[in-house]
């Protein structure tokens, strides 16, 4: 493309660019493709419609354009401060639905620290102890959480701290969450995991294992965890 062509690009782009805009409101992504006929007619196109067009501009990532109903009495729709932000996903720690679930201060710190769904622990508690901090199971398993023993020092939480709420949900989620990395974000072999061991898991080939009742408990976590997310737990 010579120098010639150039100028000529520059001339039009503007004009070109709020044309598509306009013409094209809704569209995620705008990637603004040029064509320079023979005789140096210059066309713009976001949807290109022949094999001689090439990339001129493209859209940056994460981005949309606003609504041609936002842009009334706007000047030059073009600027590129018009451009909003694309929706990101929802913070899962601003779940209002949670707030009122016992012990939610303390799962909201250990969650937030540990970067963990906090709807999944709550989905844990539920599962393990229906929310009794003096829990114990027949295998020494402690508190709202049910963490034995050997796993609390691991954290470096005691035995006897284990029945303090706060201290049980920190080594609890502190172990979710190094299962959840453990198993490269796979919740279904996180939650079994927690259940049956991380070794159990490994020795069945990263499969959960065919435990009763394991095999019980993956998908009840699993199924109140979507509840608590949907805000109907």
Excluded: W
């Amino acid at each position: 493309m010579d120098h010639r062509h150039l100028r000529v690009l520059h001339q039009a782009l503007g004009g070109m660019l709020v044309v598509l805009l306009l013409a094209a409101p809704c569209a995620a992504r705008a990637d603004l493709y040029v064509l320079v006929e023979p005789d140096g007619t210059t066309r713009f196109s976001s949807r290109p419609d022949d094999a001689r067009y090439v990339l001129f501009q493209k859209d940056p990532d994460g981005y949309r354009l606003k609504p041609l109903r936002e842009l009334a009495g706007v000047r030059n729709p073009g600027d590129y401060r018009l451009r909003a932000p694309a929706a990101r996903r929802p913070d899962p720690h601003d779940n209002p639905h949670l707030v009122g679930k016992p012990f939610h201060q303390h799962v909201s710190e250990a969650a937030r620290e540990h970067e963990v769904d906090p709807a999944l622990v709550h989905a844990v508690i539920a599962a393990e102890s229906n929310y009794n901090p003096k829990a114990i199971s027949h295998k020494g398993a402690i508190g709202l959480m049910q963490v034995m023993p050997d796993t609390g020092r691991r954290y470096g939480v005691r035995e006897k701290e284990l029945h303090a709420p706060a201290r049980n949900i920190a080594a609890g989620v502190r172990y979710l969450a190094d299962l959840i990395a453990l198993f490269e974000g796979n919740l279904e072999l996180a939650v079994a995991s927690y259940n049956a061991g991380e070794n159990a898991v490994i020795r069945f080939g990263n499969k959960v294992p065919p435990y009763p009742e394991t095999r019980a408990y993956v998908p009840r976590v699993l199924r109140y965890y979507d509840a608590l997310r949907a805000g109907n737990g």
